[in-house]
């Protein structure tokens, strides 16, 4: 009877998961995930330990934010940089 039932709101867990496992951009060869494992465990306790919410669009693009932040800020200190 619809012919909108091809979107079922999962694209922003597909995002979650292209972000999470993207290469970083910050020059280092270890991926975002990684990264987030390394130090947080998962991509959920990194959140939460910014005190932002998984499920939460806005709060994942905040968190993105500050991965990219946390990288680039990264990048710089092994590149010898202040």
Not at 22 to 45: H, L, M
Request: charged letters at 15%.
């Amino acid at each position: 009877m619809s012919s909108n039932n091809s979107s079922t709101g999962n694209t922003s867990s597909s995002s979650k998961s292209n972000a999470n496992s993207s290469s970083t951009n910050s020059g280092s060869s270890q991926s975002d995930s990684r990264f987030v494992k390394d130090n947080w465990g998962s991509y959920p306790n990194f959140m939460a330990s910014y005190g932002l919410k998984f499920h939460d669009q806005g709060d994942y693009s905040e968190s993105q934010a500050i991965l990219k932040g946390l990288r680039d800020c990264d990048a710089q200190q092994n590149q010898g940089g202040k």
